[in-house]
């Protein structure tokens, strides 16, 4: 079965950090771009950040530039968002999704999701 599993979540006080992981079950990473987006309450998902298949090209959402850095690691088959200095509109629910080899800025281009993993950030 194919699956991604994120996790690292949790409820974090502002100016805090989080370090989200996106797990990949059943297909080897390898080969995909991974992007994280985010769904607050009442507002439309959003893209935040993407690495690429290769890891050499890497996006971010200017509301998370400077702030959240994407990375991965292909021998644990994980991708990982690391948040740093949180807001609280940083609060949602994070999802890691897959599509072949380049980012897309859309989201329906992206193949596999995750369930999703909650962030608050509130103190």
């Known amino acids: 079965q194919l699956q991604l599993v994120e996790s690292g979540g949790g409820l974090v006080q502002p100016g805090g950090s989080l370090r989200l992981s996106c797990a990949a079950s059943g297909f080897t990473l390898d080969y995909y771009a991974i992007g994280w987006f985010r769904q607050a309450p009442g507002k439309e998902r959003e893209g935040v950040s993407c690495i690429s298949a290769s890891g050499f090209s890497t996006k971010y959402a200017d509301s998370v530039k400077g702030r959240f850095t994407i990375s991965r690691d292909n021998a644990k088959n994980t991708v990982y968002l690391q948040m740093n200095s949180l807001k609280p509109e940083d609060t949602a629910i994070y999802y890691c999704?897959?599509?072949?080899?380049?980012?897309?800025?859309?989201?329906?281009?992206?193949?596999?999701w995750g369930q999703g993993t909650q962030v608050t950030v509130s103190s």
């Open positions: 999704a897959a599509k072949p080899q380049y980012c897309a800025e859309l989201d329906y281009y992206y193949t596999y």
